[in-house]
């Protein structure tokens, strides 16, 4: 049920938080992502950004995805690492998700192979995930699931 549950809580919800870390200091930023069947999250960001720098240093980043915000309260954390995508047919797929699921980005792929693109397209693979949800969980002890 948790793996069923984080599967359509990502299908779903459009923001999450990505914490980055440079040296001892952490940082935390907002995006827009689409996750794929193998729960691989997906965002677009600039590479000057803070986040993207840190990443590129350091690439073992934490995620948090808000599902629900008042009570009873449901949220997802997940640990893994990030990396920028150069696989072309990766970005098609992606894009075309993102396309779907934000109705923008339709120009990304073809920019993106014509060697146009500001931004980069970003792939986490998590290695754990913990579902907090009061929701369907009456304990609120998170709910953990390995991949």
């Given at each position: 049920?948790?793996?069923?549950?984080?599967?359509?809580?990502?299908?779903e919800?459009r923001m999450?938080?990505?914490a980055?870390?440079?040296?001892?200091?952490?940082?935390?930023c907002?995006?827009?992502f689409?996750?794929?069947?193998?729960?691989?999250?997906?965002?677009?960001?600039?590479?000057?950004?803070?986040?993207?720098?840190?990443?590129?240093?350091?690439?073992?980043?934490?995620?948090?995805?808000?599902?629900?915000?008042?009570k009873?309260?449901?949220?997802?954390?997940?640990e893994?690492?990030?990396?920028?995508?150069?696989?072309?047919?990766?970005?098609k797929?992606?894009?075309?998700?993102?396309?779907?699921?934000?109705?923008q980005?339709?120009?990304?792929?073809?920019?993106f192979?014509?060697?146009?693109?500001?931004?980069?397209?970003?792939?986490?693979?998590?290695?754990?995930?913990?579902?907090?949800?009061?929701?369907?969980?009456?304990?609120?002890?998170?709910?953990e699931?390995?991949?």
């Amino acid at each position: 049920m948790v793996e069923k549950l984080i599967r359509e809580y990502l299908a779903e919800k459009r923001m999450m938080q990505i914490a980055s870390v440079n040296s001892d200091q952490p940082w935390i930023c907002t995006v827009y992502f689409v996750a794929d069947e193998n729960q691989n999250l997906y965002w677009l960001s600039l590479p000057k950004r803070r986040h993207s720098q840190e990443i590129k240093k350091n690439n073992k980043v934490a995620i948090a995805v808000p599902v629900k915000f008042d009570k009873p309260v449901i949220g997802i954390q997940t640990e893994g690492v990030a990396e920028v995508v150069a696989d072309s047919e990766v970005v098609k797929v992606v894009m075309e998700k993102y396309v779907e699921k934000y109705g923008q980005g339709k120009d990304f792929y073809d920019n993106f192979v014509a060697g146009k693109m500001e931004h980069s397209l970003y792939k986490f693979t998590p290695k754990r995930f913990a579902l907090f949800d009061e929701v369907h969980f009456s304990t609120g002890d998170p709910q953990e699931w390995l991949k």
